[in-house]
């Protein structure tokens, strides 16, 4: 076996025993829901996100009904995630593209959400694994740092660190591997202070740990 493969599959080993039943913290419903929720979640938290979807999707419950909001209205709702502007305009023009093109429906193609304004391979990665069970490598900022970290890529372009992981994952892992590196970054490996001396994946980790003193 590939060297690198055999750490990975070492890795997942570690990280399956830690989180054994991982999903995405972000409330929802339905593939809409999460597909809103999920393009919130730019630069906050998922904590924040599910603060103002519950709100936002019992004002405006349909794609329809969302893509013929006053942006104002929308701005006032998730104002607490930040980038409100932004977010707002992304949101409506994303919810108007699945009103007029997919019949209200979230498609479940790569290609057809990436293809929806404010989506990009993370955001359509993240649909794809929770709401329709597709396998997806979901890049986060999480995962960027933990991979190099871990020596798992030399990249520090998102979409070559998912080919990358891609290549030496399972395909039936990469949803919960991506997950897994998420989790795990929020407890241990964070991105100022890793907490390198207790960390389960000390052995097989190249980082220096002059650097979490």
Request: hydrophobic fraction near 40%; aromatic fraction near 6%.
């Amino acid at each position: 076996m590939d060297p690198l493969r055999k750490k990975t599959d070492k890795i997942r080993k570690i990280l399956r025993k830690a989180y054994p039943d991982v999903k995405t913290a972000l409330t929802h419903r339905n593939p809409y829901e999460l597909l809103v929720a999920t393009i919130l979640s730019a630069q906050t938290t998922d904590r924040q996100v599910n603060g103002v979807t519950g709100k936002l999707f019992e004002r405006f419950p349909r794609p329809m009904d969302l893509a013929a909001a006053p942006l104002d209205e929308i701005e006032a709702i998730i104002r607490p995630t930040g980038f409100f502007h932004n977010k707002a305009r992304n949101i409506r023009a994303c919810a108007r593209t699945l009103a007029d093109r997919h019949a209200g429906q979230v498609p479940d193609r790569l290609e057809d959400l990436t293809r929806l304004p404010g989506v990009g391979r993370k955001t359509a990665n993240v649909v794809r694994g929770a709401a329709f069970g597709k396998p997806g490598m979901v890049v986060d900022t999480h995962v960027k740092r933990i991979s190099g970290r871990l020596g798992l890529t030399a990249h520090a372009d998102p979409v070559k660190i998912e080919f990358d992981l891609m290549a030496i994952v399972p395909q039936r892992a990469w949803n919960a591997f991506g997950l897994q590196l998420i989790h795990f970054g929020r407890d241990v490996c964070h991105a100022r202070k890793p907490a390198c001396p207790g960390c389960p994946l000390r052995r097989l980790c190249p980082f220096p740990e002059k650097t979490a003193s």
